[in-house]
């Protein structure tokens, strides 16, 4: 299965539900290690994957698959004692993992928020965004230009209309766009 898709991407790209058969199969694999397989019923291994499944559809299987390696490290409490098994402390231990990676989900799109921030901050400071950019970008790849007025621009002998209003979609007014004439 693709890592970076989620559950409910990848039984529509499969157009099934591989992913209800994958997680029984986990399911499976951590009752046997946690020694409850053996009490444990079909239908509650069924139930659980189906609850899985609904609720964190938006969960890859590589985050799954840590829960599942985190939950067999005893990370979320004890699965089985003695001769009794409660589905709900999956379900339990499932919604504190998604809390977890609710947050840590918050961390990295932060980082990539601030790394992004001072990549736009360098490029400001070289000049190579901004209003200016376009004359930069000219000079270091050898382009003639020459202002004919406010709103009209030469560059290597092409006429051009700057346009310096405000487009959906874009990030700001800082910009110059030419239009060829």
């Given at each position: 299965?693709?890592?970076?898709?989620?559950?409910?991407?990848?039984?529509?790209?499969?157009?099934?539900?591989?992913?209800?058969?994958?997680?029984?199969?986990?399911l499976v694999d951590v009752l046997r290690f946690c020694g409850a397989y053996d009490v444990a019923s079909k239908m509650q291994v069924v139930i659980i994957a189906r609850q899985i499944r609904s609720k964190y559809f938006y969960f890859t299987p590589t985050e799954?698959?840590?829960?599942?390696?985190?939950?067999?490290?005893?990370?979320?409490?004890?699965?089985?004692?003695?001769?009794?098994?409660?589905?709900?402390?999956?379900?339990?231990?499932?919604?504190?993992?998604?809390?977890?990676?609710?947050?840590?989900?918050?961390?990295?799109?932060?980082?990539?928020?601030?790394?992004?921030?001072?990549?736009?901050?360098?490029?400001?400071?070289?000049?190579?965004?901004?209003?200016?950019?376009?004359?930069?970008?000219?000079?270091?790849?050898?382009?003639?230009?020459?202002?004919?007025?406010?709103?009209?621009?030469?560059?290597?002998?092409?006429?051009?209309?700057?346009?310096?209003?405000?487009?959906?979609?874009?990030?700001?007014?800082?910009?110059?766009?030419?239009?060829?004439?």
């Amino acid at each position: 299965m693709a890592e970076n898709l989620s559950l409910s991407a990848i039984d529509a790209k499969s157009k099934s539900e591989i992913t209800n058969l994958w997680l029984r199969t986990q399911l499976v694999d951590v009752l046997r290690f946690c020694g409850a397989y053996d009490v444990a019923s079909k239908m509650q291994v069924v139930i659980i994957a189906r609850q899985i499944r609904s609720k964190y559809f938006y969960f890859t299987p590589t985050e799954l698959t840590f829960f599942f390696e985190s939950f067999i490290g005893g990370s979320y409490g004890v699965l089985y004692i003695g001769k009794s098994f409660n589905p709900q402390v999956i379900m339990q231990a499932i919604r504190i993992f998604d809390g977890e990676v609710i947050n840590k989900r918050g961390e990295i799109e932060d980082e990539y928020y601030n790394k992004c921030l001072q990549e736009e901050q360098k490029l400001i400071k070289e000049g190579k965004t901004g209003v200016n950019a376009w004359l930069k970008y000219c000079e270091e790849n050898g382009k003639s230009y020459t202002f004919i007025n406010d709103d009209e621009v030469e560059i290597n002998g092409k006429r051009y209309e700057i346009y310096r209003g405000y487009e959906n979609g874009s990030r700001g007014n800082y910009g110059i766009k030419c239009k060829e004439k």
